[in-house]
């Protein structure tokens, strides 16, 4: 039933035509067949990745990191990154390829998006090299702080910074709190960077 859960299709009426509705479904049966250990799981698991449904693409991706099949598992996730994709399945990706390897080639790639011409793309890129704690992860995502001009980028860097739970990056953000200059009209404090961008959700209190 697993197996032949990942392949099912069920289309169901909508206004003007069909949809399937069974993306959440070939996504659970992905995760049932690699902890069943089923012999040829990454072989659907790659067919996954492949989904029309973003829904199915993001499930691949967990499934395909929760293997822990470096072989076969990496590979797939560099080749649906290199695609592309919407964020949200991007950001899975990410998380997955660092999960299984957490190495200098992985965090390169992912680099790479952080220059990305979607916001939202640059955006998951970041998250997903904070969440991976590398300490490797800590001058890329400053080296980006210190270059992006935009606001909510810059917001999204700190965040990021802050997942990583590193000494650099507590020290970092004191350095910031000491800057911190004028209070915003939002009750906020704005920072005394360059541009002067708010940073009110990290430095939201006084020094």
Not at 70 to 84: D, E, K, S, T, Y
Not at 169 to 182: G, I, M, N, P
């Amino acid at each position: 039933m697993t197996l032949r859960g990942i392949r099912h299709i069920q289309q169901e009426p909508i206004w003007g035509g069909s949809e399937d509705t069974a993306a959440a479904l070939r996504g659970a049966c992905a995760l049932g067949l690699v902890r069943m250990n089923y012999p040829q799981v990454m072989s659907e698991l790659a067919d996954l990745l492949a989904d029309p449904k973003p829904e199915a693409r993001m499930a691949a991706a967990r499934a395909i990191a929760y293997s822990e099949d470096l072989l076969a598992g990496v590979p797939l996730l560099r080749l649906r990154i290199q695609v592309g994709d919407t964020a949200p399945v991007l950001s899975d990706c990410f998380l997955a390829l660092l999960q299984l390897s957490p190495e200098s080639s992985s965090l390169a790639l992912i680099r790479r998006f952080l220059t990305a011409d979607l916001n939202e793309v640059a955006e998951v890129a970041a998250l997903a090299l904070g969440e991976s704690r590398l300490p490797e992860a800590f001058p890329v995502l400053q080296n980006w702080w210190q270059r992006t001009r935009i606001t909510e980028l810059r917001r999204t860097a700190l965040t990021a910074i802050a997942l990583l739970r590193q000494d650099d990056a507590d020290t970092l953000r004191v350095s910031r709190r000491q800057r911190v200059s004028v209070v915003t009209d939002s009750g906020g404090w704005a920072c005394g960077c360059e541009r002067s961008d708010l940073c009110t959700q990290h430095l939201s209190s006084r020094p």
